[in-house]
Every structure is written in C-alpha cells, then in structure tokens.
C-alpha cells in the first residue's frame, strides 16, 4: 500500500510565498515521476509541476517562472515553491507520483488526498 501525504497549504496574501511538500511511504519499489497538480473550483484539474530523472522537470502551460519544483530521490518526497501568489492560484493543491510496487514494470499513479490553497487579504 502506498501513501501520498502533502502538507503546507492554507492562506496566503496576494504576492506572498508558498512551499508545498508531499512525501510518499509505503511498499514502492520505484518512484517514476513525482508532481503537482491543481484543482480550482469549477474548473478541471491541470498539471502545474512535476519531475522525473529520465524527463527532468515539466510545468503547465500557465506556469511562470514563479513556480519551482524539487525532488528528493533518497527521501521520496517532492516540493512545490510558488512566489508573488494571485488571485487564480487559489485551488486544491494534489500530489501525484507514478510508483512500481513489484517487480513488475507497471507503475501507478497515487495521489494525495489534496492540500487547499486561499489566496487572500
């Protein structure tokens, strides 16, 4: 069984800062690709981030050079660092990793139960 579980959402003022983290435990065999993903009311759920050895880093096609994501590859965890936040990052914030958890050469996407984002004075 694998686990995804984020932290660091919550309100935040327009142009402040934001790190998000998501670690993930369990039986994993091997973490393919780790990212972020969001979700804002009304709205369909869009690739904001991710990072893969084989890949490197992929980002939206809304993302500025405001977003950075980092991994750590011993601890299975990745990062989302968001500046100068506005009113349209407001949303439901998702961790997603594709994971092997046999010796099998599937991997599966997990994902977090998701971390929310407010943007406002």
């Known amino acids: 069984q694998v686990q995804l579980v984020e932290s660091g959402g919550g309100l935040v003022q327009p142009g402040g800062s934001l790190r998000l983290s998501c670690a993930a435990s369990?039986?994993?065999?091997?973490?393919?690709?780790m990212g972020w993903y969001r979700q804002a009311a009304g709205k369909q759920r869009e690739l904001v981030a991710s990072?893969?050895?084989?890949?490197?880093?992929s980002f939206g096609d809304f993302v500025s050079g405001r977003f950075t994501i980092s991994r750590d590859y011993a601890k299975n965890t990745v990062t989302l660092e968001v500046n100068n936040l506005a009113a349209e990052d407001a949303a439901v914030y998702y961790c997603?990793?594709?994971?092997?958890?046999?010796?099998?050469?599937?991997?599966?996407?997990?994902w977090g139960q998701g971390t929310q984002v407010t943007v406002s004075s």
């Open positions: 997603n990793a594709k994971i092997r958890t046999d010796g099998s050469t599937i991997f599966t996407d997990y």
């Open positions: 369990g039986t994993i065999v091997n973490i393919h690709v």
């Open positions: 990072i893969s050895v084989s890949s490197g880093t």
